[in-house]
């Protein structure tokens, strides 16, 4: 008997198998799994990251370095995409032109803040990490942390404390 069934049937409240997730993506949304990634065009000339949502949007499929009006420098001007025109199926009418954007260089980035933010909310992560710090490794004992090497151990601040 599927579980939907069982429970409309009994009139009560859902019992534990109603919560069991039917789609992978209820798992993501529900424990922030789904990573924020953002688009870019990579530049083949200059390597200028261009932002691929503005260049789709505004349909100007060239290299947007030195675009600016203040800017001396001369513009890039290189390609980015190339564009796929094609017609509906049996049809010849051109009002039907569907157009097709395919950048030359694709770059994907996820920003590391998100994922650290998560990584801290994590539950006792904090304490591990404190524990961690406070920590001493003997002389001659193998390294399990960047700061227990010797010149990582000698970095001080303005102040002459060592980091922590």
């Known amino acids: 008997m599927p ?67 203040n800017d001396h420098d001369p513009p890039c001007t290189q390609s980015l995409c190339k564009f796929i025109y094609s017609f509906e199926p049996h049809t010849q009418n051109t009002t039907n032109i569907k157009q097709k954007f395919i ?16 990584f801290f909310q994590w539950g006792g992560i904090m304490e591990i990490l404190h524990q961690h710090q406070q920590s001493q490794t003997p002389k001659g004992s193998p390294k399990c942390d960047v700061w227990d090497g010797l010149q990582e151990s000698s970095l001080v601040q303005r102040s002459q404390l060592p980091y922590n």
């Open 3 to 69: 579980i939907n069934s069982s429970i409309s049937s009994s009139g009560g409240p859902p019992t534990p198998e109603f919560h069991i997730p039917q789609d992978l993506s209820t798992i993501f949304e529900h424990f922030q799994l789904e990573p924020v990634i953002q688009n870019y065009i990579c530049c083949p000339q200059c390597f200028f990251l261009n932002g691929l949502t503005e260049l789709v949007t505004t349909k100007q499929p060239h290299c947007q370095r030195h675009d600016d009006q």
């Open 103 to 118: 950048p030359t260089k694709h770059f994907i980035y996820q920003p590391f803040k998100n994922w650290v933010a998560r």
